[in-house]
Nanobody
Framework: QVQLVESGGGLVQAGGSLRLSCVAS????????MAWYRQAPGKQRELVAT???????NYADSVKGRFTISRDDAKNTVYLQMNSLKPEDTAVYHC?????????????????WGQGTRVTVSS
C-alpha cells in the first residue's frame, strides 16, 4: 500500500515562510512526476507546482518567485518552500505523485494523493 503523508503546515503571518514536506512510503519502484496542489475554502483545488523525475519544475503564476518545489528521491520526498506568504495562500495543501509500485502482488503505476496539510496566513 502506497501512502503519501504531508507535514509542515501551520499558522504564519503574512510575509513569513513555511516548508512543506511529503513522504511517499510503500513498495515503491519509481516515482515519476510529483506535485503540490491547494484548496482554499469554497474554491476548487488548484495546481501550485510540479516537478518531473528529471527535476524540471513548473509553477502557478500566483506563486512564481515565492515558492520552490524540490525533491529528494533517496528519501521519496517532495518539498515546497513557501516564502513571502500572503493571506490568499491560505489553503489545505496536498501532494500528488505518479508512482510505480508493488500493490497487492502486482506492479502498478497509479496516481496518489496525500491527506493534506493546512496552511493559514494571517494579515
Amino acid at each position: 500500500q502506497v501512502q503519501l503523508v504531508e507535514s509542515g503546515g501551520g499558522l504564519v503571518q503574512a510575509g513569513g515562510s513555511l516548508r512543506l514536506s511529503c513522504v511517499a512510503s510503500g513498495s515503491i519502484f519509481t516515482i515519476n512526476a510529483m506535485a503540490w496542489y491547494r484548496q482554499a475554502p469554497g474554491k476548487q483545488r488548484e495546481l501550485v507546482a510540479t516537478i518531473t523525475s528529471g527535476g524540471s519544475t513548473n509553477y502557478a503564476d500566483s506563486v512564481k518567485g515565492r515558492f520552490t518545489i524540490s525533491r529528494d528521491d533517496a528519501k521519496n520526498t517532495v518539498y515546497l518552500q513557501m516564502n513571502s506568504l500572503k493571506p490568499e495562500d491560505t489553503a489545505v495543501y496536498h501532494c500528488n505523485a505518479d508512482i510505480r509500485a508493488l500493490v497487492v502482488g502486482k506492479v502498478r503505476r497509479d496516481d496518489y494523493w496525500g491527506q493534506g496539510t493546512r496552511v493559514t496566513v494571517s494579515s
